[in-house]
């Protein structure tokens, strides 16, 4: 490492790669060292931080554009369940309802849906089961 002086801006040869510029006369190669590991490390982990806050988006994302259910799955769990409430049997206001919720890991499958009428499905809410 070395500098050299030009109106009061100093140069630094770091590795004899890189010039950095400075205007203090009073450092010393470790000083421009530390500054230099100090700046790489701030960039690290602002750049850390843009990735993390950018996953977050996309999964974000991801979870508010909700696959629909089939039409062929809903026609199966409409005949397999008889066009009725599971719970009470009614025929009135009917919804798809997830047995695992989607926001605990469930999915669109036969498996995990099941006719409920609006008042069941409300009281169920979120919840398993």
């Known amino acids: 490492m070395s500098n050299r002086s030009r109106a009061g801006t ?6 004899l790669e890189k010039v950095y510029a ?5 450092l010393i190669p470790q ?4 500054l230099l590991n100090e700046k790489a490390n ?3 982990l602002q750049l850390e931080k843009a990735h993390a806050l950018q ?6 994302d991801r979870k508010a554009r909700r696959e629909p259910i089939p ?6 769990i409409w005949q397999r369940d008889g066009g009725r409430c599971v719970e009470c049997s009614s025929n009135q206001d009917l ?3 997830h047995i695992i919720p989607l926001a605990l890991g469930g ?4 498996r995990n849906l099941q006719l409920l009428c609006a008042v069941c499905n409300g009281r169920k809410g979120a919840t398993l089961g």
Not at 71 to 76: E, G, L, N, S
Not at 107 to 110: A, F, G, I, L, V
């Open 10 to 15: 100093y140069y630094w040869l770091v590795n």
């Open 22 to 26: 400075v205007n203090d006369a009073d």
């Open 31 to 34: 000083d421009v060292l530390a």
């Open 42 to 44: 701030g960039r690290r």
């Open 55 to 60: 996953a977050m988006a996309t999964e974000l």
């Open 71 to 76: 039409q062929d799955v809903k026609i199966t």
């Open 95 to 97: 919804e798809f309802d």
């Open 107 to 110: 999915s669109n499958t036969m």
